[in-house]
């Protein structure tokens, strides 16, 4: 590569870090929200202050940032959002919302100073601050929006099973939203948690509670070696949970065991690429952003060959490996 061009490709990085940071201030204030609203007519800085409770010349600063970074426009004094922005960054039930990942990306980032330490020592940074699950909650409505839109459009089976009265179960559940959108999709389920994190519990419980939900969906603390319900289980669900987890095998054993005949386990992951043309994308490039934050936190991504070893190690039926359109895969077992 001639030396301009490598200087304009990693240029185009850098200006990508500072754009996610307008994306990230846009979201958290709101800014976007309320640009969106007001539809084509737009919004001078000083409405959009008004409206979001921002300093009106800061209000016209980032205007004038997301603008050179093309994620609105402004004429004649008016902002408007730029309709597509809106639809990527704003509407988190389809597959291709990046609000999430955007708002993980700049959380997530604040403990990256400790990444030299990690890499000279080998000694993870087990503690994140309570921020950080709070942004791993928003990265994962996305995967919620794959799960609806590709996982059961590719499973049809697994939506027919799940009639009133069926009982699901989300491993490593987290802040419950999957269970809260499970709710709302299929009324009547039986839907339990299992989480070993007890700040992640009492957020759950106050996501379900804040939904509405609080006598529709169980949230249980307790170890993932041991997760009960044995032969309970018409669903058992795995939301980017596995890699994370100390003992994937023994966690795929234990929870195996809680489905019942004619049940499914299926585990959504986002996976390493292993091909060269693959890892130069820019679905590998986000790929590799995310490893990083692995690293800081002493987990780490695989590949999807490595995530069907668990399976076998385990001892389940072989699986189904399910590539999605938006990137991500799902590993399927059908008890039958």
């Not at 291709?96 to 403990?111: C, I, N, R, T």
């Not at 080998?122 to 919620?144: C, K, S, W």
């Not at 023994?250 to 992951?269: F, I, N």
């Amino acid at each position: 590569m001639r030396l301009d061009d490598r200087f304009e490709d990693l240029l185009g990085s850098l200006r990508g870090f500072y754009r996610t940071w307008y994306v990230f201030t846009g979201l958290e204030l709101g800014l976007f929200d309320a640009l969106r609203d007001a539809g084509t007519a737009g919004l001078t800085a000083a409405e959009l202050a008004a409206r979001t409770g921002v300093e009106p010349a800061l209000a016209g600063r980032w205007a004038w940032g997301a603008d050179a970074f093309d994620l609105v426009e402004t004429a004649d004094g008016r902002i408007r959002v730029l309709g597509d922005v809106g639809t990527v960054l704003l509407d988190a039930d389809r597959p291709e919302f990046l609000g999430g990942q955007f708002q993980f990306a700049a959380v997530g980032s604040l403990d990256y100073d400790r990444l030299p330490d990690v890499f000279r020592t080998g000694r993870p940074a087990l503690a994140r601050p309570d921020r950080y699950r709070v942004a791993i909650e928003r990265l994962t409505v996305q995967d919620v929006a794959v799960f609806f839109q590709e996982v059961l459009g590719a499973l049809p089976q697994i939506v027919a099973d799940l009639r009133s009265g069926a009982r699901v179960i989300d491993v490593h559940s987290g802040g419950g939203r999957w269970l809260i959108a499970m709710a709302r999709r299929f009324p009547g389920l039986a839907l339990t948690g299992i989480e070993f994190e007890p700040d992640s519990v009492a957020r759950a419980l106050a996501n379900i509670a804040e939904a509405g939900l609080a006598g529709e969906i169980g949230v249980e603390q307790g170890s993932m070696l041991a997760i009960g319900h044995v032969a309970e289980a018409d669903l058992v669900y795995f939301q980017y949970a596995l890699h994370q987890l100390p003992d994937p095998v023994g966690t795929l054993r234990s929870a195996w065991a809680a489905v019942r005949p004619g049940g499914w386990l299926v585990a959504l992951d986002w996976y390493l690429p292993t091909a060269p043309d693959e890892l130069r994308s820019a679905h590998g490039e986000l790929i590799a952003g995310v490893q990083l934050d692995e690293v800081v936190q002493g987990t780490r991504l695989v590949t999807a060959t490595e995530a069907l070893g668990w399976f076998a190690a385990a001892g389940l039926p072989r699986p189904e490996l399910v590539d999605l359109p938006s990137g991500a895969s799902a590993i399927v077992v059908h008890l039958g």
